[in-house]
């Protein structure tokens, strides 16, 4: 069973740093791509990191130069490391692990909310 648990969430006044972690059982950790998505009350999911296989990492252009997503294949854990934190970044905040073909492995945590404000 595959399962990718989030955490490290919570409430961060503007301008502060949050690290959040994801750690994936139930699959060969160190062949997937990892990502993090956020999704927003009333705005469609959208893509924060990903950290692919071989090649170069991806970020939001509105998270650039803010956010740094890493993974650690001996924990099977993949981190997003979020600092300069502003109101907008309030969302629940989504781990993802896939690998082609992506319609057969493509997998999702339960998420995990971040909430700006002062």
Not at 20 to 42: E, K
Not at 56 to 61: E, K, L
């Amino acid at each position: 069973q595959v399962q990718l648990v989030e955490s490290g969430g919570g409430l961060v006044q503007p301008g502060g740093s949050l690290r959040l972690s994801c750690v994936a059982s139930g699959i060969a950790f160190s062949i997937y791509n990892m990502g993090w998505y956020r999704q927003a009350p009333g705005k469609q999911r959208e893509l924060v990191a990903v950290i692919p296989l071989g090649a170069s990492t991806t970020y939001g252009d509105s998270v650039k130069g803010r956010f740094t997503i890493s993974r650690d294949n001996a924990k099977n854990t993949v981190y997003l490391q979020m600092n300069s934190l502003k109101s907008e970044d309030t969302a629940v905040y989504y781990c993802n692990a896939h690998r082609t073909p992506q319609y057969v492995y493509d997998y999702w945590g339960q998420g995990t909310q971040v909430t700006v404000s002062s």
